[in-house]
């Protein structure tokens, strides 16, 4: 079987889709190298390298399509696939493209849908783009994966796909994760960001929908001294936090770290007690399968996708209940005991996310086609 996959976010996306783009072409290609792989890209300068499997490459070689990339992405890399004659293309990241011919079978990846859930978040014109990029996405695809039960429920009931064609296929977690991390590795790292021995930690961007504010609310009221280690993405919304860290008093046990380079993220989380994820909501949460996968204990918000990750691994938490996020956080924290319960329960819920399932899963997909 051929199967070209929409590869722009794999080479230059250092996000959730990112992630997903990669491990899913990594996956695959490892698992079920008997394929034919083919990874579509508007360009290939300053992307970033990862485990391509032998994967082809294929970006414009036009002089037209080279000047407007993104052209050649939504419309033009039609005749492409036409050329190589594939038997499927998927769409990894939420979209796919115009002008695809008949005879190739069509498969998209809905991440989730929260510009329609929460449209506060997001400015007007990418509420606009994205609902006309997803919505006809759904209604041209022959099978629409959903990257969690949630995810599904949400394309059913507020884009109205058809069930039928729904297929809930789960996130992996990039092996890096799983690998172990020696205590030399794990002392130059401490030091390196200046780490205290004992520390909270958050992974992801630093957004309002992620909700970093309740873990400084639950860290005032319960008096908590233990220190927040905050990796990701800066936007606005720190400055908001830096707000809320001045009025409660928490300069000095708050620490932000941007940019830290993927294969030093395992190491922060194999260092940390404990991992706080109180995100309004996600379309699968990754961080909380990455934790689970270092042995760290997690605590997470209610709803949403977050108990198809955890299991009945992780603690849940209201993600707008300060007092009870603090009652959380001191409870793991002062009891080791139930913080090394916690870590053997999720090794557990982890392997329920291996290369080999996803993998089956996906191909089963396929072969739906």
């Known amino acids: 079987m051929k199967i070209g996959f929409d590869a722009k976010r794999a080479f230059f996306n250092n996000r959730g889709l990112g992630n997903y783009s990669r491990d899913t072409i990594r996956i695959l290609t490892t698992e079920v190298p008997q394929n034919d792989y083919f990874l579509f890209t508007p360009k290939t300068k300053g992307g970033r390298s990862f485990e391509q499997g032998g994967a082809k490459v ?62 506060e978040l997001y400015p007007f014109f990418d509420r606009y783009t994205f609902r006309k990029k997803y919505v006809r996405s759904c209604q041209v695809a022959d099978r629409v994966v959903a990257i969690s039960e949630e995810t ?76 927040l280690v905050v990796v990701g993405r800066p936007s606005a919304y720190k400055d908001e936090l830096m707000e809320l860290i001045y009025k409660y008093g928490l300069e000095q046990r708050v620490i932000f770290l941007h940019q830290v380079p993927m294969e030093e993220l395992p190491v922060l989380y194999r260092l940390a007690s404990l991992f706080v994820y109180p995100s309004h909501f996600e379309g699968f949460g990754i961080p909380i399968l990455e934790a689970m996968t270092c042995q760290t204990p997690v605590i997470t918000s209610t709803g949403s996708c977050f108990e ?30 139930l913080a090394q319960e916690m870590v053997e329960a999720g090794n557990l819920q982890a392997a329920k996310f291996s290369d080999a399932s996803i993998a089956k899963a996906m191909t089963d997909v396929y072969a739906k086609l």
């Open 58 to 119: 294929v970006a414009p070689t036009t002089f037209f399509s080279r000047m407007l990339p993104s052209l050649w992405r939504t419309y033009n890399c039609s005749s492409d696939v036409k050329r190589l004659g594939l038997d499927v293309y998927h769409g990894l990241s939420n979209e796919l493209p115009y002008g695809l011919p008949k005879s190739v079978a069509t498969v998209v990846t809905i991440h989730d849908l929260i510009f329609l859930k929460n449209p």
């Open 152 to 227: 599904k429920k949400d394309l059913v009931e507020l884009v109205e796909v058809d069930e039928k064609k729904v297929d809930v296929v789960y996130q992996g977690c990039n092996p890096i994760f799983s690998q172990s991390v020696d205590d030399e590795t794990k002392a130059a790292v401490r030091d390196r960001y200046s780490l205290p021995s004992s520390f909270m930690l958050i992974v992801c961007a630093i957004e309002k929908r992620k909700n970093h504010e309740l873990i400084l609310e639950a860290m005032y009221i319960g008096q908590i001294d233990v220190p």
């Open 308 to 337: 198809e990750t955890g299991g009945a691994a992780a603690c849940y938490v209201d993600s707008h209940d300060a007092e009870a996020m603090s009652e959380a956080i001191k409870k793991i924290l002062g009891d080791s005991s």
